[in-house]
DNA sequence: GCCAACGTTGGC
DNA sequence: GCCAACGTTGGC
């Protein structure tokens, strides 16, 4: 199994918003960089992700979401009254993927990327390499215990 | 709102 | 293929 991390602006989609859904599941669209959406592809289910909200008072991880389906063409690329539009993506040769969401846990208290950057056994971590924009990205299985710890929170 | 860093575009 | 210009991300 392996564990990732996916950002989203909580203005436009969060933790919250995933709760309200059916099932408490949803599909990550709009990812629109190619490095983000090649770790879309390469997400397997049941592979388990952080929810990181991002561009917000308080940056940093607020849940556990699974991965409930593999990667399949994000249909926002084929819509032109979408803001994720692509001309260049079609039904038969789709650029864009996603993966459907299903919320597992919300955490009490997040770990906050304050926090994370003061764990020095995270510095290493992309999310806080300098200039590191990604969207989705691969977490070790350590920085994934060393997060969960920051938020108080034991693995199952 | 600022701005550093990075990705993309397009002229050549 | 180079690279300047431009757009985007995202913390602050």
């Not at 392996?2 to 309200?20: I, N, Q």
């Not at 997400?43 to 952080?50: E, V």
């Not at 991880?61 to 009254?81: H, S, W």
């Not at 992309?126 to 108080?152: C, D, N």
């Amino acid at each position: 199994m392996h564990h990732w991390l996916m950002k989203s602006e909580p203005d436009v989609f969060s933790v919250t918003d995933l709760a309200r859904r059916p099932r408490r599941q949803a599909p990550w669209d709009g990812v629109r960089n190619y490095q983000a959406r090649n770790f879309l592809r390469a997400m397997k289910k049941g592979d388990l992700a952080f929810f990181y909200h991002s561009s917000c008072p308080a940056p940093g991880v607020y849940g556990i979401v699974e991965i409930a389906r593999e990667a399949y063409p994000d249909p926002t690329a084929f819509d032109p009254a979408s803001e994720y539009y692509d001309p260049k993506s079609t039904p038969a040769q789709p650029r864009w993927f996603m993966v459907n969401v299903r919320l597992k846990r919300v955490f009490r208290s997040p770990a906050l990327l304050d926090a994370i950057r003061n764990e020095k056994s995270l510095r290493a971590m992309q999310l806080v390499q300098r200039g590191s924009r990604l969207s989705v990205m691969p977490v070790t299985a350590r920085e994934w215990k060393t997060i969960l710890k920051l938020t108080g929170e034991k693995n199952k």
